[in-house]
């Protein structure tokens, strides 16, 4: 059986520069769930043309469009690249500018020129549920993010943090925190 060995991490957007390049379709998709995900992320755009979808959502965000094709003076101050043109060649010559400058990069739709992926995520409140599938099949983590958006409660947000303040209450060592916060939200996971 294949084994998924990617590393999940969640990123403080807010703190890295992260450069779109392309104004299409695929753009506008990218775009659009980080956005979703991370409100408040920092967004360099460049494109010869922007889809009007893609204009009013980026209206949402803290996003820099910049109307030209690619060059690679625009990954300077860059830490994450997402190439979505229409040119397989442009995409893949940005995968390698990107990793002969050590910059995190993802070619959209072309797994072998990614170094991550951007999956299916899960938000409810200060709970964030993210879902790959290697990037073998997006469909796959479409349909489990709706199922984990349908079995993950609303009131989450609640529980985790009541939680908090009751760890900070708990007396004893850490593996008895551990055991008492354990016996605590069991009832989380159990089968109905």
Excluded: W
């Amino acid at each position: 059986m294949e084994r998924n060995n990617l590393y999940p991490v969640f990123l403080k957007v807010r703190n890295l520069e992260v450069l779109i390049i392309g104004g299409g379709f695929v753009a506008e998709e990218k775009l659009t769930f980080l956005l979703k995900s991370s409100p408040d992320a920092n967004v360099t755009m460049v494109s010869p043309l922007f889809r009007k979808g893609t204009l009013a959502i980026a209206e949402t965000g803290h996003v820099k469009r910049i109307e030209d094709s690619y060059n690679i003076k625009y990954l300077e101050g860059k830490h994450m690249v997402v190439a979505t043109t229409d040119s397989p060649e442009v995409n893949i010559q940005v995968y390698h500018d990107c990793r002969a400058q050590s910059k995190l990069v993802n070619v959209a739709d072309n797994p072998p020129y990614c170094d991550f992926y951007m999956g299916g995520i899960v938000t409810k409140g200060n709970v964030k549920v993210a879902i790959s599938t290697n990037g073998k099949s997006p469909t796959t983590a479409k349909r489990l993010r709706q199922f984990f958006e349908d079995v993950i409660p609303e009131n989450i947000d609640y529980l985790v943090k009541n939680l908090n303040v009751y760890r900070k209450k708990i007396k004893g060592n850490f593996e008895q925190k551990v055991e008492i916060l354990n016996e605590f939200t069991k009832g989380l996971v159990e089968k109905v």
